[in-house]
C-alpha cells in the first residue's frame, strides 16, 4: 500500500510537470507567433523607409543644381529665359475643347 501510495504520487508530480509545460510551451510558441508578425511589420516598415530614404538622398542632389533651380523658376514663378517666347491664354477653358494633338498644333501656329 506504502508503494501504490508513492507511485500514484509519483504520478501525480508527473502529470503536474507535464500539464506546466505543455501551457508554458504553448505560451512560448503564441509569445513567438505574434514577436515573427512584428518582426516582419517592422521588415515592412523598414523597407518602405529605406525607399523614401534613397529618394529623398536623389532629392538632394537633384535641388543644388542650376538645372532645378531654372527649372523650379519656370514652374513656379513663372521665369522666362531670355530669347524665350511666353504664351498666356485669356481662356485656358476654351482649350479644353481641343484634343491634345489639336492643342499641339495651335500652340506651333503660335510659335511661327
Known amino acids: 500500500m506504502n508503494r501504490s501510495m508513492n ?3 509519483f504520478l501525480v508530480i508527473i502529470g503536474t ?12 510558441q503564441n509569445d513567438l507567433h505574434r514577436k515573427a508578425e512584428r518582426e516582419a511589420e517592422l521588415r515592412s516598415a523598414l523597407a518602405k523607409l529605406e525607399e523614401e530614404n534613397n529618394y529623398l ?36 477653358q476654351a482649350l479644353d475643347a481641343y484634343t491634345e494633338a489639336e492643342v499641339r498644333i495651335l500652340v506651333e501656329e503660335m510659335a511661327q
Open 7 to 9: 507511485i500514484k504520487g
Open 57 to 92: 538622398t536623389s532629392q538632394m542632389d537633384i535641388v543644388g543644381t542650376e538645372d532645378y533651380i531654372v527649372y523650379t523658376a519656370i514652374q513656379n514663378y513663372s521665369y522666362v529665359n531670355r530669347d524665350d517666347i511666353r504664351f498666356e491664354y485669356s481662356n485656358p
Open 17 to 28: 510537470i507535464l500539464i506546466v509545460f505543455f501551457t508554458l510551451h504553448i505560451l512560448m
